[in-house]
């Protein structure tokens, strides 16, 4: 624990170094929210089917759409992102040269980065209440809490495989082009999947995404009970027992390639 608080001590000092930043990240939020409520105004009041099992509301639809996706876009982007940061400062050799375990190093980088998701996650949630009075009073917080979990366990795996391949390739890695493209066109993030043509639904169910946003929408706009809500958890365990170890793997025969060429520090 006391190397994993060393990196989110780390970080948090890098950010706090930079209030502008952040409080730009936060204000961003604010205007995000407003955006997105008036866009909605278009569709409010239309009787739209697609929307009936999320509670008919587009705002509240899209408010968590945007809210949960930025965990899939920190997951997908944040260890490549953070690896090359630490390539280009010189600190990755030093840092795979001290006695840590590899994983930790993987997964103590994108803490911080996390957390402070999680904290505009509760911005965006928190507008939208107090300001347009979506209510989340009646949700499976239990339910939700358990996908979360679920989710950042899947997209950090992508972020994984994807880290090694900026590892390898230095730039342009495939997988996160690949994923993040089916993930805003398949994903549900602004639409339900359910409008979607039926072949591009079928591809649709390929996107752990899909999963992730249907299931947390349910639990905490509607109320849906845990076990309504298992098959969605299920298939994202799968996704994530099936990735996880994938990409540990991938991570470590990437650096052990960039060992055998003298490659680590290159960018």
């Given amino acids: 624990m006391r190397k994993v608080w060393a990196f989110l001590r780390r970080d948090w000092l890098v950010e706090s170094s930079y209030p502008v930043s952040l409080l730009l990240q936060f204000l961003g939020v604010f205007f995000n929210v407003f955006v ?7 569709v409010t009041g239309l009787d739209i089917p697609a929307l009936a099992s999320y509670g008919g509301d587009y705002f509240a639809f899209i408010l ?3 809210a949960f996706s930025g965990y899939f876009g920190v997951g997908l982007s944040s260890f490549a992102s953070n690896l090359r940061t630490a390539q280009t400062t010189g600190t990755l ?7 840590t375990r590899l994983s930790t190093v993987i997964f103590s980088s994108c803490l911080w980065d996390y957390l ?12 939208g209440a107090l300001l347009f009075g979506v209510s989340f009073g009646q949700g499976n917080y239990l339910a939700a809490f ?4 679920l989710s950042v366990i899947t997209f950090s795996s992508l972020g994984i495989i994807a880290a090694s391949f900026i590892m390898v390739l230095k730039r342009g890695d495939p997988v996160t082009w690949l994923v993040n493209a089916l993930a805003s066109l398949l994903g549900g993030v602004f639409y339900p999947v359910d409008v979607l ?3 591009l639904q079928g591809v649709s169910s390929l996107v752990p995404v899909t999963y992730a946003l249907r ?14 809500l298992l098959p969605d958890m299920l298939i994202l365990a799968a996704f994530g027992a ?8 991938a991570f470590r025969f990437a650096v052990h390639r960039a060992r055998v060429d003298g490659s680590l520090a290159h960018y």
């Avoid at 358990?146 to 979990?149: A, D, H, P, S, V």
């Fill in 36 to 42: 997105f409520y008036f866009l909605s105004r278009l």
């Fill in 64 to 66: 968590v759409g945007i």
């Fill in 93 to 99: 050799e030093a840092m795979l040269l001290t006695p």
């Fill in 116 to 127: 402070l998701t999680t904290l505009r996650t509760l911005a965006h949630l928190a507008l």
């Fill in 146 to 149: 358990l996908i979360l979990i």
């Fill in 197 to 199: 043509p039926g072949w």
């Fill in 215 to 228: 299931a947390m929408r349910r639990a905490l706009l509607v109320g849906v009970s845990t076990r309504a």
């Fill in 242 to 249: 099936f990735l996880l170890p994938i990409s540990l793997l």
